[in-house]
């Protein structure tokens, strides 16, 4: 736990270590595949570039991310081996694409019949987001290519049914029989995947597994990769009746201190959680109250105090003493899922990194 203060600011403690051990549990669940690591979206917001190099301790066979300048960045970094585009590439697209030799998703036959370099074609098996659908053979046979890469498909609900998996599953080795001779890539597991698809393919594509997202109760649980702390900035004593932030929704029921961290809305703290959350001070869990300001959290802590003093650190997701607060509880108090937390993690919220 670090406890160093961002000028009275909250911030984000990031285990890349754990992150690394999360990467072998999949690796371990699909044995002889290799790691197709999603880092799109800054790395679900933990950072792409610190997280996209720990990975390179599993040996990946390349990275994912969903748009051009997220692959951009990456090239920026240093990073040479193979990065695919998970957004279908449009023709307008291609010189981008050339210009940055990294793989694109291509889903339509005209642009397919224009691009002379490695490309990975999506099947929809379900989805119904993008790809071209298991059932089309025209439009199948018109996506051969000797430039064809790899295939894929997303598995819609592999983490909450998996009894839709199969039936995915057959719909893919269907479409992809179509195509004729067998690519040199085949991917159909992301994290719930991993444990559920039938055969082992070439690669795996885990999302927030990696970054300590739960998946399903029979499924593996994840190391924790986050936690998320700040600072308390300011205590203060308040009446009985006494209103605490905007709109005057929450008044205090007795006399009590309430404890204000640096931390709000401008850093990834849902409003919805008003009401719900709690935090961690000093190994206690105390309830947020009012609402979620901008900047600021306000949290009650008893009209003794709870032993708090400014400078305390707060934690909001992680472990303090002997209670945790995990990702996916603070997740559930704001009414999302884990996916939605830390990809909206704040820009100006500081990320800190232990050594993987």
Same mark, same amino acid.
């Given at each position: 736990m670090s406890t160093r203060q961002n000028h009275g600011r909250g911030w984000a403690d990031i285990s890349l270590?754990?992150?690394?051990?999360?990467?072998?549990?999949?690796?371990?669940?699909?044995?002889?595949?290799?790691?197709? %690591?999603?880092?799109?979206?800054? $790395?679900?917001?933990?950072? *792409?570039?610190?997280?996209?190099? $720990? !990975?390179?301790?599993?040996? &990946?066979?390349?990275?994912?991310? $969903?748009?051009?300048?997220?692959? $951009?960045? !990456?090239?920026?970094?240093?990073?040479?081996? &193979?990065?695919?585009?998970?957004? %279908?590439?449009?023709?307008?697209?291609? %010189?981008?694409?050339?210009? !940055? #030799?990294?793989?694109?998703?291509? #889903?339509? %036959?005209?642009?397919?019949?224009?691009? #002379?370099?490695?490309?990975?074609?999506?099947?929809?098996?379900?989805?119904?987001?993008?790809?071209? +659908?298991?059932?089309?053979a025209a439009a199948l046979a018109a996506c051969r290519s000797p430039h064809l890469e790899g295939v894929f498909t997303h598995l819609h609900s592999a983490d909450t049914r998996a009894e839709t998996v199969p039936v995915q599953w057959e719909r893919f080795t269907a479409a992809r029989g179509v195509l004729g001779d067998r690519p040199p890539l085949l991917h159909v597991a992301n994290s719930a995947g991993s444990w559920r698809v039938p055969e082992r393919l070439d690669l795996v594509r885990p999302g927030v597994f990696l970054y300590g997202g739960l998946l399903a109760p029979d499924l593996p649980t994840p190391a924790p990769v986050l936690a998320l702390r700040a600072p308390v900035v300011s205590l203060r004593c308040v009446r009985e009746g006494d209103s605490v932030s905007y709109g005057g929704d929450w008044t205090a029921p007795t006399d009590t201190t309430v404890a204000t961290l640096g931390i709000g809305y401008a850093d990834g703290i849902p409003r919805s959680v008003q009401g719900r959350a709690a935090v961690l001070l000093r190994g206690r869990r105390f309830p947020?109250?009012? +609402?979620?300001?901008?900047?600021? *959290?306000?949290? #009650?802590?008893?009209?003794?105090?709870?032993?708090?003093?400014?400078?305390?650190?707060?934690?909001?997701?992680?472990?303090?003493?002997?209670?945790?607060?995990?990702?996916?509880?603070?997740?559930?108090?704001?009414?999302?899922?884990?996916y939605e937390i830390i990809a909206r993690l704040g820009g100006r919220l500081e990320r800190r990194y232990d050594t993987a």
């Open positions: 270590a754990n992150l690394v051990a999360n990467a072998r549990a999949v690796l371990a669940a699909q044995p002889g595949a290799r790691l197709l %690591p999603m880092v799109k979206a800054n $790395a679900y917001g933990l950072g *792409v570039i610190p997280c996209a190099r $720990a !990975l390179r301790s599993v040996s &990946p066979w390349g990275y994912g991310v $969903a748009t051009l300048a997220e692959a $951009a960045e !990456l090239r920026a970094a240093g990073f040479g081996g &193979p990065i695919v585009v998970f957004t %279908p590439a449009t023709l307008t697209d291609l %010189p981008r694409v050339r210009e !940055l #030799d990294v793989r694109s998703v291509l #889903d339509v %036959p005209a642009v397919v019949g224009r691009w #002379d370099r490695p490309f990975h074609l999506e099947i929809d098996t379900g989805m119904s987001r993008c790809g071209v +659908r298991w059932d089309d947020v109250v009012g +609402r979620v300001t901008m900047d600021f *959290v306000m949290v #009650d802590v008893g009209v003794d105090g709870g032993g708090a003093a400014v400078g305390d650190v707060a934690t909001l997701i992680g472990r303090d003493g002997d209670e945790t607060i995990t990702l996916d509880t603070f997740a559930g108090w704001a009414g999302t899922i884990s």
